[in-house]
């Protein structure tokens, strides 16, 4: 191990100053900070402010997020000091601006935190909607995440170097580790674009260690690398003369397969793989930095000012510190002591697996040596069965399937390279070569199934369908990528969907295959569940992948503003009722159906008594086209996820109100059936927790928006940007709050009065009611006695303008930003060119409101008790009555 010293800082203090002192004084926003202009601040603040050579403008909206959300937050379990809060609070608003000076590691040393510290102090400062920005989140997630992969890798460096180096002299063992260590993060940095992927990081990890062990004696190594280093990389390097060394050509490095093949048993890794990371991109490093065809050392003093440089052009976290045991780099104690064990295969005592540590690199490692073991046998071209499948077809398939395959797979190659790094088009051919196998291995064992299923063997209509193959084809290429970079979904496959600034380009996790192929989600929604079922060697936890890929979908993916979803659904409603849910007391229960991919693929057609045919003839002419087996599926889906999401949320808010959970699913479930158009380029859960908030408005039920959001944030598998940012109109983003106000509440408004009355509408499942051909008469609602429907009077109010009873639906109470925000919401409600391009419900876009209604901050929680009957927002509204109906008070949230 490497001396534990901790880190003074000093050098980083002396850096601070000088930096600063090199800057123009300017009297501007963006300049260095004037401290008279802040004379109304904390002067501690100032002065950390000055410390960190914020601008004026950052200063200013630091100190902004620290009057408004901050300074009043329950302290309890906030064991950070003011000056730190601050800190967070300043570098908040520097990566808002992005006028950051100072590196990450610079600014941990001034304030006292370490990485985990600071992003758990982050996470606690994020009380409201916009506290904390998606912008920030982000970049506060990617620090987080190279943070972590970083702290495996060194660890595993660490271990490595204890087996392989065995130097007795402290100081050469030290400068030894500083060399192998700043080579592998300036290799990293410089020639990874995506320095979060653990797998290729590690294999180029392996390959710095290589280039070391073998240019040093045999002494320095331990067993087994002493005995298999070859001579010809352990013989000193021939001196030349001064006239010759000029003219010598640096020859490419040289590697000792021995000693790689034993790095990479240890760390049970590919042979193979890791020697196309060597061949590529390893010596083209080496190439970039002069150090090709170098025989002995690297200079250390080198290799640290490369990275140096790379460090501070980065502004990131100073990874070398990790070998000084840094303060700021310190992991969380319960992190380095979690320990995971391989899980028992059977009960046979023979073989009870032996408890190992599972690190993320073994786990890693081991995941992908499966995915390979199980494709051992299998190759990247169609087997003889396949073939023969293909010859019985009424068209050969076999030329446009090869066809196809061979142009996705230069998409993918050069997508890969794209966004993992330089010279990484090998690496990228490798996994697609395996997702080619799976592909071709998954296509037979569904062929042998639909044949014994329905008896025949000409699949003709399947085999010959581009969407299904392409679907298929991007499903095993996401098993093979979810392989290797872990099977997490980063940003919950929603924030780069809505127009996020990060690229897509710098994420392999799902939804990227889908943006390589150009595949519409809902297609590749219709293969997962087959895939699976013909795949049985699918782990466990690529099982989960894949399912948790299906609900990504089903919440926002497959809801885009160009998915077919929305046509098929079109269609749908022209044809006749809706998709009905399920009702409620069945959706605990799995979800059973006789759906194959060839069903839904060569959908529209719905189950009969016959086998399913491959392909739906086309309707004749004045006869209703039948329904799409796809569409029905993916709608009993819709609802049980729905339903389950919802009844999660609800049991962490309203246990003291049960009767109000079907109603708040009624009212759902009649938005995604009938208001499906709220759902583009929207998110399930915005509609979850906007139907929660608009029935406890309705009943009386004191519950604040702040409060469902909060609850929400600690869920499973859930996205800060589904609350941040969420679609307004064409091309405009808001939070929740403002979503709810502008869009969900004057949508469905009517809706929401109706549970109020004394007669509210019947409880989930609700029944599509037709059209009558008689637009006065009541429809007796099916399946009730006396229950009638009357088609809803026009009002010779504009359908937007407010009623008492209809204020009340409102979101109020909140403090989700500043009196300014609001005021840019009023003015864009007032506007004289409002309109919704696309019309929520098809038509002519609605008349604004003149003013959209706040109530003051907290009024109606303002000592934590309730007024008997009615809250003081029912008691304000009631004695404004007198007014008429279309004059409505701008109240704004008051800071």
């Not at 003074?8 to 004037?34: F, H």
């Not at 809902?522 to 079922?533: A, L, M, Q, R, T």
Request: include cysteine.
């Amino acid at each position: 191990m490497p001396p534990k010293k901790r880190s003074s800082g000093t050098p980083q203090k002396k850096e601070l100053k000088g930096s600063l002192k090199s800057r123009s004084p300017d009297s501007g926003d963006n300049a260095v900070l004037s401290p008279e202009r802040h004379k109304d601040k904390d002067p501690e603040f100032v002065f950390l402010s000055e410390e960190l050579q914020s601008t004026n403008s950052i200063c200013d909206h630091a100190w902004r997020i620290w009057e408004r959300e901050i300074r009043s937050m329950d302290k309890t379990n906030m064991p950070y000091s003011n000056r730190q809060q601050w800190g967070a609070c300043l570098f908040i608003a520097g990566m808002e601006l992005e006028g950051i000076n100072l590196t990450f590691t610079q600014f941990l040393k001034a304030v006292g935190l370490s990485v985990k510290q600071f992003i758990s102090l982050v996470r606690k400062m994020d009380v409201n909607v916009d506290t904390i920005s998606p912008k920030v989140n982000s970049a506060v997630t990617r620090l987080e995440n190279k943070y972590d992969v970083t702290l495996a890798l060194y660890q595993r460096f660490v271990k490595t170097c204890e087996k392989i180096f065995a130097e007795p002299d402290n100081a050469k063992r030290k400068e030894l580790w500083e060399s192998s260590w700043t080579m592998f993060l300036l290799a990293k940095g410089t020639f990874l674009q995506m320095e979060d992927d653990l797998v290729i990081s590690f294999q180029l990890l392996l390959c710095v260690l290589e280039f070391f062990a073998k240019r040093l004696s045999p002494s320095l190594l331990q067993s087994p690398y002493k005995s298999v280093v070859s001579s010809s990389t352990l013989s000193p390097p021939t001196r030349t003369s001064r006239r010759n060394q000029g003219k010598s050509k640096p020859r490419p490095a040289e590697m000792d397969m021995q000693l790689l093949e034993t790095l990479c048993k240890e760390g049970d890794c590919s042979v193979d793989e890791v020697k196309n990371v060597y061949q590529s991109t390893f010596c083209a490093f080496l190439d970039s930095v002069g150090l090709l065809g170098l025989q002995g050392l690297p200079p250390m003093e080198a290799l640290s000012k490369q990275y140096e440089e790379l460090y501070h052009k980065s502004k990131d976290f100073d990874a070398r510190l990790f070998l000084s045991d840094d303060e700021t780099l310190s992991p969380n104690k319960i992190e380095v002591s979690k320990v995971e064990v391989t899980p028992r295969k059977n009960l046979f005592a023979e073989d009870i697996a032996i408890p190992v540590p599972q690190t993320p690199i073994r786990a890693a490692m081991t995941s992908i040596q499966q995915l390979r073991g199980d494709l051992t046998s299998g190759s990247d071209q169609p087997s003889s069965n396949l073939l023969v499948y293909y010859k019985n077809c009424t068209v050969d398939p076999s030329g446009e399937i090869k066809k196809r395959v061979e142009e996705l797979g230069e998409v993918f190659i050069q997508r890969f390279a794209q966004a993992v790094g330089q010279h990484c088009e090998g690496l990228g051919r490798k996994r697609f070569y395996l997702g080619a196998q799976l592909y071709y291995k998954v296509m037979e064992s569904m062929l042998k199934s639909e044949e014994k299923r329905l008896s025949v063997q000409n699949f003709s209509k399947l085999l010959n369908n581009a969407a299904f193959h392409t679907s298929l084809l991007a499903c095993a290429l996401e098993v093979v990528i979810a392989t290797y970079v872990g099977s997490s979904l980063k940003n919950g496959g929603f924030g780069r969907s809505s127009g996020a600034s990060d690229s897509v380009e710098s994420d392999l996790c799902f939804p990227w295959i889908l943006s390589v192929f150009q595949l519409p989600a809902f297609d590749f929604y219709k293969v997962i569940e087959s895939f699976i079922k013909a795949e049985p060697t699918l782990k466990h936890d690529m099982v989960k992948h894949l399912e948790q890929c299906e609900h990504v979908i089903m919440e926002s993916l497959a809801w885009r503003a160009d998915s077919p979803l929305f046509d098929l659904l079109k269609q749908s409603r022209e044809e006749g009722p809706g998709e009905q849910a399920e009702p409620p007391a069945t959706l605990n229960q799995p979800l059973h159906h006789n759906h194959t991919a060839a069903d839904l693929y060569l959908s529209p057609v719905r189950p009969c008594r016959q086998p399913p045919v491959m392909e739906a003839e086309p309707p004749t002419p004045g006869t209703r086209a039948p329904r799409s087996n796809s569409l029905s599926l993916f709608y009993k889906k819709l609802y049980r996820m729905a339903y389950l999401r919802l009844k999660m949320l609800f049991s962490n808010l309203l246990t003291s109100h049960p009767e109000m959970e079907p109603i708040i699913w009624t009212l759902l479930q009649h938005t995604l059936q009938n208001e499906y158009e709220l759902m583009r380029d929207r998110h399930l859960d915005q509609l979850i927790m906007s139907a929660m908030y608009a029935i406890c408005k309705v009943k009386n039920v004191d519950l604040r928006f702040k409060t469902i959001v909060t609850a929400y944030k600690e869920l499973p598998n859930t996205n800060q940007e589904t609350f941040k940012r969420v679609l307004i109109r064409e091309g405009q983003y808001d939070s929740i709050i403002v979503f709810y106000n502008l869009v969900f509440m004057q949508k469905l408004k009517t809706n929401i009065l109706q549970y109020s009355s004394p007669r509210p509408p019947p409880l989930s499942p609700i029944p599509h009611i037709p059209c009558s051909p008689y637009k006065n008469s009541p429809l007796r609602v099916p399946g009730s006695n006396n229950v009638y429907v009357s088609p809803l009077k026009s009002s010779r109010v504009s359908p937007l303008v407010m009623t008492p009873r209809s204020r009340i639906l409102i979101s109020i109470g909140e403090s989700f930003g500043s009196a300014d925000k609001f005021q840019k919401i009023n003015q864009m409600v007032s506007s004289s060119d409002w309109s919704l391009k696309r019309s929520l419900d098809g038509g002519s876009a609605p008349k604004p409101l003149k003013r959209l209604r706040f109530d003051m901050d907290g009024q109606d929680e303002a000592d934590g008790s309730k007024s008997s009957g009615e809250s003081a927002l029912i008691q304000k509204l009631a004695e404004m009555s007198k007014f008429p109906a279309s004059f409505v008070t701008c109240l704004l949230v008051q800071v």
